[in-house]
């Protein structure tokens, strides 16, 4: 079992900058994967970032050169950098973990989640 809670979401202007952590507690391991997903209203959920334990990275089209996944295993937290905001990227942005070194796209790969943090980019 793993807890995640997730915070540093708020309201900021287009062109800023966030910065999305996430505590793990629980069952928690270096060997995890890890992500990134965020859904708008209206739309699906869809992945943002993911890491491997090896750390290897993926990022979608729509954040690559602006946002940065990393994680600190020795404090169980995982964090997302999101600079040049757009009104686009306004959604709630959720945590994810799976208990394997691979990272998946699909959101139903994922067994442990945050409650979600909004984030909200006005123009």
């Known amino acids: 079992q793993v807890q995640l809670v997730e915070s540093g979401g708020g309201l900021v202007q287009a062109g800023g900058s966030l910065r999305l952590s996430c505590t793990a507690s629980?069952?928690?391991?270096?060997?995890?994967?890890m992500a990134w997903f965020r859904q708008a209203p209206g739309k699906e959920r869809e992945l943002v970032a993911a890491?491997?334990?090896?750390?290897?990275?993926y990022y979608a089209d729509s954040a690559k050169g602006r946002f940065t996944i990393s994680r600190d295993n020795a404090k169980n937290m995982v964090y997302l950098q999101m600079n040049s905001l757009k009104p686009e990227d306004t959604a709630v942005y959720y945590c994810?973990?799976?208990?394997?070194?691979?990272?998946?796209?699909?959101?139903?790969?994922?067994?442990?989640w945050g409650q979600g943090t909004q984030v909200t980019v006005s123009s």
């Open positions: 994810a973990v799976r208990p394997g070194s691979l990272y998946y796209l699909r959101s139903t790969s994922y067994d442990y």
């Open positions: 629980g069952r928690t391991s270096s060997s995890y994967a």
């Open positions: 890491m491997s334990s090896g750390r290897n990275t």
